[in-house]
């Protein structure tokens, strides 16, 4: 088996340090704002998941799939629930030596310099100082983060009553095994939820200026356009370009009858998709997915019947 190697740990080239730098000093500027976006975030989350399931994120087991480095959703989640988290990149929260040794052999050097700066910075500090304020408490939590592919996932066969992936399935090479893990590590009447990126939006192409103050620079859809693909700065992040349609189709084979909800873009992003086709641009793509941001899937695992349940505990008893 390969080595798993973080989706950001592709690149790492001189120019690649500079941009990310430059992405660094912006960024420590707009780390509170950043915290406080995080936690409006999960408890709109939170809500839709009581809106569509019925269901409250009260004493659960949970599962995080790519929690990030920040951890500001799963941190949210552990106040009330038990929580682990899976991650590609190790997660070092420290400043210890050998968890940044651990973290160049496995996430590369763009990743672990750019973790170090951040906290150089103060970046890591001020987050998590905002977000505390933003929850009102104390101290946070810190749930157990495993380094694991999500595509090759070794959890117990029904271990979690509830699945959560945010902004994580775009950047998977194959995001139906890693579906196939969520349908296996679900308990019987479990939940998942799934939050991904179209690839098509204009914001799709996660170049990191998206975040900054620097949004201007990345409109009209450039990761589309081959003659304008060269003013890209995302050449380290791993994305699996799946459409829409693909999303849906996936999705309905492996969860029957889930909810999609999608967030559209601005009415100006609407207009600029349109204005671009008029001029012979962009025709390969339908208008819904050039100006669909996030596609979220929410989605209950069946319960088992009350016969297989019996099944369950006959075998259950005849092996003990």
Request: charged letters at 25%; one cysteine or more.
């Amino acid at each position: 088996m390969s080595p798993i190697r973080s989706y950001t740990s592709e690149g790492a080239s001189p120019l690649s340090f500079l941009r990310e730098a430059s992405t660094l000093y912006r960024y420590r500027r707009q780390a509170s704002e950043l915290a406080r976006q995080s936690v409006e975030d999960i408890r709109c989350r939170e809500a839709l998941i009581n809106e569509h399931l019925g269901l409250l994120l009260r004493d659960l087991d949970i599962l995080e799939i790519g929690p990030g480095q920040f951890q500001a959703h799963m941190k949210y989640l552990a106040l009330k629930n038990r929580v682990v988290g899976i991650d590609l990149d190790v997660i070092a929260e420290s400043v210890a030596p050998l968890a940044y040794l651990k973290m160049l052999r496995t996430n590369g050097p763009l990743r672990t310099a750019k973790t170090l700066g951040r906290k150089l910075l103060g970046i890591d500090r001020e987050f998590a100082s905002e977000l505390r304020r933003q929850i009102g408490i104390q101290r946070l939590p810190r749930p157990k983060v495993i380094q694991m592919d999500a595509c090759q996932m070794s959890f117990p066969d029904e271990s979690f009553d509830f699945v959560y992936a945010r902004s994580v399935f775009h950047h998977l090479p194959d995001p139906g095994a890693a579906l196939d893990g969520i349908l296996r590590v679900l308990r019987p009447g479990g939940t998942a939820y799934v939050l991904l990126h179209l690839y098509t939006s204009e914001t799709g192409c996660l170049d990191p200026r998206i975040y900054t103050d620097r949004r201007n620079e990345v409109e009209g859809w450039p990761h589309l356009q081959p003659q304008l693909s060269s003013t890209l700065n995302n050449q380290n992040t791993y994305l699996n370009k799946l459409r829409l349609h693909q999303w849906r189709s996936l999705f309905d084979s492996k969860m029957p009858g889930a909810k999609y909800l999608m967030t559209a873009a601005d009415p100006a992003t609407f207009e600029l998709a349109k204005t671009l086709q008029s001029k012979g641009e962009l025709l390969d793509y339908a208008l819904e997915e050039l100006t669909t941001n996030d596609f979220a899937v929410l989605w209950r695992k069946p319960a088992h019947s009350a016969e297989s349940q019996t099944n369950r505990m006959c075998r259950s008893a005849a092996n003990s």
